[in-house]
């Protein structure tokens, strides 16, 4: 199932009906692989921070900017997410 084929993203009525499905569609799957946009300069970084052991707490700045800026994509404003 893929969310920007299988609902018209142009059709407000459409949207009001599935967006409000989408929750339960994402916590049934068995995985979930999404999109977040072409990588940059930290990307990689970014994702590494979120496997939890990797990085150990308290982050400095630099962390803190690189988490912002993963959050900071048009993936992270959808509804459901």
Do not use: H
């Not at 946009?37 to 921070?49: Q, Y």
């Amino acid at each position: 199932w893929y969310d920007a084929l299988c609902v018209n993203q142009t059709d407000v009525f459409e949207k009001d009906v599935q967006v409000p499905r989408m929750g339960c569609i994402y916590k049934s799957a068995n995985g979930v692989i999404v999109w977040l946009g072409d990588s940059s300069a930290d990307s990689r970084l970014a994702l590494s921070i979120m496997d939890y052991e990797s990085t150990a707490f308290p982050y400095d700045q630099q962390i803190w900017r690189v988490i912002d800026n993963l959050l900071r994509r048009p993936w992270f404003e959808r509804l459901w997410v």
